[in-house]
């Protein structure tokens, strides 16, 4: 009986383990995937504004990519959280202007 109850338990342990880890790599995976898509749109966003700057006629500068994958990471992340409103799109918005303007100084 002792060494059925311990086969029992290893067995449970065992399959406790598999699935916590294979929920580890899929939280890991999601999340870098979700990093990579947002530096894949940082890197449009800074391409159309280099493409806008060249069309002006008047000297811009152009944020670093960083700027824009940041704000791409906190736009997946309130997708990722719950229905983006309004008042959430203003509100990164507002936060992307500061991050822009502490470029600029």
Excluded: C
């Excluded at 500068?61 to 990471?73: G, R, S």
């Amino acid at each position: 009986m002792d060494a059925a109850m311990a086969g029992l338990i290893g067995a449970g342990m065992g399959s406790f383990i598999t699935f916590f880890g294979q929920w580890l790599q899929q939280k890991s995976r999601s999340r870098h995937d979700q990093m990579r898509m947002a530096v894949e749109l940082g890197m449009r966003d800074q391409e159309t504004a280099k493409e806008l700057a060249r069309i002006g006629s008047k000297t811009t500068m152009i944020p670093p990519l960083a700027a824009y994958v940041i704000y791409h990471v906190r736009v997946l992340d309130h997708i990722k959280q719950r229905a983006v409103s309004r008042r959430d799109i203003e509100k990164i918005s507002n936060e992307f202007e500061d991050i822009l303007s502490g470029f600029k100084r």
